[in-house]
């Protein structure tokens, strides 16, 4: 599966996917997700009952028309200063820690959160994992609402324009994007998709080196 993502990717754009030549290098658990990730994506995007890219874009419009713009996530963090942008998660399970939070309402934690001090909740909504939905994510965005409401993030493995414009359509703000798992001229290519729909991504690093392909590939 990582092999299909990286089609069409040169060996300088994976060169961090795969340890940096490194022969003795081994999948992350990361990446092992990302690919599942991939494949039931594959499947998912086949089936006729999938809405279509073009959809979910005027699902997405439709969204803010009704409940508001998307917020600028560098924004967010410099309107914090001097103190820091403070960023909570919500997720139902972990690969590590088993069942975490299955039963939770999604909104009424985040209202917590947001009551706290968050300024950003970052929502899984990786299923087979994390047990997260969509659905938890577009209840956080509208149980939080108010007058000052924080910025939502997808917290997912994103490995195409499809999901992004799933988390568009409904309601975040904007999307992780995870150095360790995307070859640089897909990470520049999702970067560009995000800030065409108003979402400022947060990119993810792991270690110097992947900052390094991250700032190359436009990150901010």
Request: overall charge negative; glycine content about 4%; proline content about 3%.
């Amino acid at each position: 599966a990582l092999n299909e993502l990286n089609q069409g990717a040169s060996d300088h754009d994976c060169r961090h996917i795969f340890g940096y030549n490194n022969l003795d290098h081994s999948l992350s658990k990361l990446q092992e997700i990302t690919a599942t990730v991939f494949l039931d994506y594959e499947n998912y995007e086949k089936s006729l009952d999938s809405p279509s890219t073009d959809e979910l874009l005027q699902k997405a419009s439709d969204f803010c028309n009704t409940h508001g713009p998307r917020f600028n996530l560098q924004r967010v963090i410099s309107d914090a200063a001097p103190r820091m942008a403070l960023a909570a998660e919500f997720k139902r399970a972990s690969p590590s820690k088993g069942d975490i939070a299955t039963n939770l309402s999604a909104g009424q934690q985040a209202v917590i959160y947001l009551k706290a001090g968050a300024d950003i909740i970052s929502v899984l909504t990786e299923k087979r994992w994390f047990k997260g939905s969509l659905q938890d994510l577009t209840q956080v965005r509208l149980e939080t609402a108010s007058a000052v409401r924080p910025a939502v993030l997808r917290k997912d493995f994103i490995i195409s324009q499809y999901m992004i414009a799933e988390a568009a359509a409904a309601g975040a703000d904007t999307v992780l994007l995870i150095v360790a798992v995307l070859p640089e001229t897909l990470l520049r290519n999702l970067i560009d998709f995000s800030r065409s729909l108003d979402m400022e991504p947060l990119v993810e690093v792991h270690a110097d080196t992947e900052l390094d392909v991250a700032l190359a590939a436009g990150a901010r």
